[in-house]
Every structure is written in C-alpha cells, then in structure tokens.
C-alpha cells in the first residue's frame, strides 16, 4: 500500500509538479507509488517510440531515486492522446488505486495548457467512480501553467535542491527546455508571495467528482 499516489501523464511531470511535496512525504516516513501514463516519446521525436521509451524511462527511474519513490508503474498510452483513452486509462488505474489506496493523490490541475495534463484528472475521476473504493483528497499541481488559485501551500525550502536534482535527470528534455530554471523561479515566487519562505509548490484541490474542466 502507499501512502500518496502521483499521475505523471509523462515522465518528469512528476518532479516538476510535486517533487518538493514526495520528499516531505518521504522524510515523513510515507510511500509514494508515480504512475506514468504516457512515457513522453513526442518529447524525443527523432528515436523510435521503444527507444524513447527506454530513455525517458530510466530518466525517470533516476529521478525516483533521489525523490525516494520505491514503486511506479508505466502505462504506455500514447502521448497528446490521453484525451482520447480515458476510458482505459482509468480501468487500469482503478486496480492500482484499490491496491494501493492512497490517502493523498496528485496530479495536474485541470486548467494546465498539455491537453495530456487536461486529461488527468477525468482519469482519476473516472477510476474513482467505484463506490468501494476510498475518496483520497486530490491536489492538482503546476507544470506549464500557473494556477489563478490554489488552496494548498507547501514549504518545499528544506528540499529545493532535492527536488531539482530530480529535475535535471531528465536531460533529454533539459536540452530543449529549461524546467530546472522555470520551476525554480516559479517555486520561489510562490515562497515569497504564499508562504513567505524560499521555496513553496502551490496545489488545487479537486473534488472527486467535480467538473473536470469547468
């Protein structure tokens, strides 16, 4: 059983989004299980799907090395088209969730630009719908797009840098944008202005069974 699940709709999102947050859950002694949707092969366009699969997946194996996730699962739906796979991605997810039941679960919040990271949170709704299952609380979190407002702050200081070595595991992607730079201004501009401390990760709450889009 974990703790706390993670939806990654592609490897690294995991880091970006709530990096901070999985090592205060881990110093806190508790699991963490990542699913990742998708393996993020349109991030490296010039392989084959397998071979971008094979890369960006050990990226993201090194990356749950130094956040300290035990447990992950890969799904292989294919990327920019989860949209179009909510269904099967939410009866695969649902078993996880039965075994593992979470009391915390993250993923992106709904109003993020990737349409991937759109999807996410009808996934979960969807897998959540059976009713024996556990209601965990949702926290959507920030990739691409800021959130206008959020009603979870984390102080994320003590494990800034922690989280930003997970980051810049996934050097295939560093290569074509920065997100160790962005996440890093964005993580101290929400120290300073929500928790008046050097670095925080600002969450969304979501309801089980919610709107997903608005």
């Known amino acids: 059983m974990a703790d706390v699940m993670v939806i ?6 995991e880091s970006i989004g709530c990096g901070g947050a999985i090592c205060l859950h881990r110093r806190k002694g508790q699991s963490v299980h990542v699913v990742f949707l998708t393996s993020g092969e349109l991030g490296l366009k010039h392989l084959s799907r397998e071979e971008a699969w094979r890369v960006r997946e050990a990226e993201a194996e090194q990356a ?30 649902q078993p996880i969730l ?24 009808p996934i979960v709704q969807a897998a959540l719908s059976d009713v024996s299952l556990r ?28 989280k930003l070595r997970s980051v810049r595991c996934y050097r295939s992607q560093l290569s074509q944008f920065r997100y160790d730079r962005a996440i890093r201004g964005l993580n101290c501009y929400r120290g300073i202005l929500a928790a008046r401390c050097g670095y925080a990760e600002v ?6 069974e919610s709107s997903p889009i608005g």
Not at 64 to 86: K, N, Q
Not at 142 to 147: G, R, S
Request: proline share 11%; aromatic share 12%.
């Open 8 to 13: 990654a709709p592609h490897p690294d999102d």
């Open 64 to 93: 749950a090395e130094v956040l300290g996730i035990m447990s992950w699962t890969f799904f292989h739906l294919p990327d920019w088209s989860l949209s179009d796979r909510v269904a099967e991605a939410a009866a695969r997810l």
């Open 98 to 121: 039965s075994r593992e039941s979470p009391q915390i679960v993250y993923l992106p919040h709904p109003r993020e630009w990737h349409p991937d990271h759109k999807a996410a949170l």
């Open 135 to 162: 209601s965990p609380s949702l926290r959507g979190y920030e990739v691409w797009t800021p959130l206008a407002e959020y009603d979870w702050v984390e102080d994320v200081t003590p494990v800034m840098a922690q």
């Open 203 to 208: 969450f969304q709450s979501a309801a089980r």
